[in-house]
């Protein structure tokens, strides 16, 4: 097989499962940078790398000549560290969400395209049984074309750390997973949205950390997003649960449990006659951050373009500034990238 050699870049939280998708697959950790030394360190430790420990990325590039890089700082860095790695010639697969701005994310996708190098975002919840299980029985075409998607998301996460701290925690850190994922699920691509953030009474986050948005996607598909990150008690699923409505029936997808739905087989007075929705399990065996390292590494070895390329997934960061842009305005805005 093949063999690979990266550098990563953000040795904080999320590091950890992605070290161990390393180890997995083989990949040689040439260098370990990150603006706190001691938490590179402490990871090549951790793992017993032979990885050299750095806070400077460029010389740690020209030392290590990687195949590839691999970007978790914090969302607020993700633009100046992905344009670094992509201008010194390596592509790179980042954490969600790509950037802290539209500007910024704009700047990442034009400098890949000059560069010719792959810029890849991990969306780890694409990589998981239960969503492409989802996925699989929307587009098995049994409740006809889809009309409307609902997710809720209600979790009381004490993190402490960035978070805390940021404008619109909710929206920028976590529901870009949801609205990635409605397009995972629909196909469908985001034309406008009517959103109120919010942050409710109580809340230990400083940002904004709930929101509702009513969001028009392409084909007419109306998808409507509840959301909070302070709501204690009554957890749904990290995926969110998912109502999907087609011409034809409907699909539940809830509290990770497998999806089950309802499909319509023929008329039956005040309501149809309906049948249950037939559900093939699909398992994924890399999953989260390991998917998102796969999607990366077949590339690298057969050049497939991941379903993440930055081109795409800008358009799912699309919709999450203009859900703020739309709060801000107290009005809908149109969704561009
Ligand atoms: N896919 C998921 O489910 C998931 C889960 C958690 C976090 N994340 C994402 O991963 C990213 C990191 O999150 P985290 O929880 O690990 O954060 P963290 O704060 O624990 O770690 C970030 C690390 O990056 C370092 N850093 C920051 N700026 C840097 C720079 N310019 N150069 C080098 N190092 C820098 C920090 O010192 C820290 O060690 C975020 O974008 C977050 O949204 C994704």
Redesign the pocket.
């Known amino acids: 097989m093949q063999t690979f050699r990266t550098v990563v870049?953000?040795?904080?939280?999320?590091?950890k499962p992605w070290f161990e998708a390393l180890k997995a697959e083989q990949v040689e950790v040439a260098g370990v940078?990150?603006?706190?030394k001691e938490?590179a360190e402490a990871r090549i430790r951790e793992f017993g790398l032979a990885a050299e420990a750095s806070?400077e990325?460029k010389k740690t590039l020209r030392r290590c000549k990687p195949d590839f890089v691999i970007d978790?700082?914090?969302?607020?860095?993700?633009g100046?560290?992905t344009v670094t790695a992509l201008k010194a010639g390596y592509p790179v697969v980042g954490?969600?969400?790509m950037a802290s701005s539209m500007a910024e994310a704009r700047k990442m996708v034009k400098v890949s395209l000059a560069t010719g190098k792959m810029y890849m975002v991990?969306?780890?919840?694409r990589w998981d049984s239960n969503t492409a299980t989802f996925h699989q029985a929307l587009s098995s075409g049994q409740i006809g074309g889809v009309t409307a998607v609902n997710c809720d998301f209600y979790i009381g996460a004490h993190f402490g750390?960035?978070r805390d701290a940021m404008p619109s925690p909710l929206i920028l850190?976590m529901a870009i997973?949801h609205f990635d994922l409605v397009r995972y699920f629909t196909g469908a691509d985001p034309v406008s949205v009517y959103a109120k953030e919010y942050n409710p009474r109580g809340s230990w986050y400083k940002g904004d950390v709930a929101a509702s948005c009513i969001f028009e996607m392409s084909n007419g598909i109306i998808f409507t997003y509840r959301g909070s990150w302070c709501a204690e008690g009554c957890h749904t699923s990290w995926h969110g649960n998912w109502r999907v409505i087609g011409d034809r029936g409907t699909v539940l997808f809830e509290q990770d449990a497998l999806p089950h739905g309802q499909k319509v087989t023929g008329p039956n007075g005040f309501f149809s006659a309906t049948a249950p929705v037939e559900v093939q399990p699909v398992t994924v065996e890399k999953i989260?951050?390991h998917g998102g390292l796969c999607e990366m590494l077949a590339f690298l070895r057969d050049g497939k373009t991941p379903q993440t390329v930055c081109t795409d997934n800008i358009k799912s960061l699309a919709m999450v500034f203009s859900a703020m842009e739309s709060s801000r305005k107290g009005r809908p805005v149109a969704i561009t990238w």
């Open positions: 870049v953000g040795a904080g939280g999320i590091s940078v990150d603006i706190k938490n806070t990325l978790l700082t914090i969302p607020e860095s993700h100046s560290v954490e969600k969400p991990s969306q780890s919840r750390g960035f850190d997973h989260n951050m």
